[in-house]
């Protein structure tokens, strides 16, 4: 079992920077593949970023490729998301997700959600 909480998510303008959390419970953290999704009001959720549960491979949406930054740290537990040039239409509950070692772009490929957390980027 792993549980996950993230944390981070605020208002902030457009062109400014965020970074998210995502603390994972349990001691075989660093066996599983992390994921980032997000949100938006009246939309599926959609894949962001995933990174490997070495670290080594990450993927990340077209939406975000540039801007946005995935990384990890096995001895806290720990991935994170940071956002750079956050645009409006980045504005969305954000979500992690865990999965065993290989990294999945679909969320059915997940078997562990938190809870989510809100980015709201203005114009």
Do not use: H
Not at 22 to 43: E, H, I, L, N
């Amino acid at each position: 079992q792993v549980q996950l909480v993230e944390s981070g998510g605020g208002l902030v303008q457009a062109g400014g920077s965020l970074r998210l959390s995502c603390a994972a419970s349990g001691r075989t953290f660093s066996s599983y593949a992390m994921g980032w999704f997000r949100q938006a009001p009246g939309k599926e959720r959609e894949f962001v970023a995933a990174i490997s549960w070495g670290g080594g491979r990450t993927s990340y949406a077209d939406s975000v490729k540039g801007r946005f930054t995935i990384s990890r740290d096995n001895a806290k537990n720990t991935v994170y998301l940071q956002m750079n040039s956050l645009k409006p239409e980045d504005t969305a509950v954000y979500y992690c997700a865990a999965r065993p070692y290989t990294i999945a772009l679909v969320t059915r490929e997940y078997d562990y959600w938190g809870q989510g957390t809100q980015v709201t980027v203005s114009s």
